[in-house]
């Protein structure tokens, strides 16, 4: 059987990888979209919920990447994968909630 050259998965890995950062990012997106979609009816979104798809964006993608959440060993193991994710998603909404509270924005966004 023929070995697999190391540059070869090593670019595999930074594919992978790059595929789920790109993935994370847009499922941000979508979920903005839809959730304000369902709330107003409309998909066209105000400067204070875009700014914060935005930021979540940003937050979504460095505290994955803090967590180590895309390489390739950690995808092997399901329930740390799932934990680290988890924590990560955790982070990101009370960052920012964090951020609305300290900004005196968090009455612009809808509750009801």
Do not use: C
């Not at 803090?66 to 990101?92: H, I």
């Amino acid at each position: 059987m023929a070995r697999i050259p190391a540059g070869f998965i090593k670019d595999s890995e930074t594919v992978l990888s790059g595929l789920l950062r790109a993935g994370d990012a847009i499922a941000v997106v979508i979920a903005s979209v839809l959730a304000y979609a369902l709330r107003a009816g409309n998909i066209d979104l105000p400067g204070t919920y875009l700014s914060a798809t935005l930021l979540g964006m940003l937050l979504t993608a460095n505290y994955m990447h803090f967590a180590k959440a895309y390489s390739l060993a950690s995808l092997r193991r399901q329930a740390v994968e799932v934990a680290k994710v988890v924590g990560a998603w955790v982070a990101v909404f009370a960052t920012l909630i964090l951020v609305s509270v300290l900004t005196d924005t968090a009455d612009l966004f809808s509750r009801a």
